[in-house]
């Protein structure tokens, strides 16, 4: 049986935790969460999870202070991040992207069949980029 992929979601909702968490799940993702930035950053760094789900608004340390962290740091430099915020400020979508992010979803239009459907889009992009590095390499 394949490995279910990881996930780690940065957010200081509960009920929104709870519904998101519980969705992945159904999916057959593994599901951590952190509430706040400081213990997101340490989670990413000791679970290295496949895919982190990030708030931009969480308390310690905001989502694109821990985006910019994630991207400095070689244990995590790689691993794809999904800002999904109420936010739909423009400057701040473009700072995402700036930083990396792999794809910015808006609360208020995000059904959660949406948002397991985001994440297995951007983890298959990435084992398709990784396919494509290993036939350039040989």
Do not use: F
Not at 44 to 71: E, K, T, W, Y
Not at 78 to 90: Q, R, T
């Amino acid at each position: 049986m394949p490995v279910q992929p990881r996930v780690l979601m940065v957010e200081d909702h509960p009920d929104i935790a709870d519904l998101y968490q519980l969705k992945l799940q159904l999916e057959g993702y593994r599901v951590a969460v952190a509430s706040d930035g400081a213990a997101g950053l340490r989670l990413a760094r000791s679970l290295r999870p496949d895919l982190i789900l990030l708030d931009i608004h969480v308390p310690q340390l905001d989502g694109l202070q821990v985006l910019a962290a994630l991207r400095e740091d070689e244990a995590t430099g790689e691993v794809p991040v999904v800002i999904c915020s109420e936010d739909d400020s423009p400057q701040l979508m473009k700072e995402a992207h700036r930083l990396g992010a792999a794809a910015y979803l808006v609360k208020a239009r995000l059904l959660p069949s949406h948002l397991s459907q985001a994440i297995s889009d951007v983890l298959g992009q990435r084992s398709g980029l990784a396919r494509d590095a290993d036939q350039q390499a040989s």
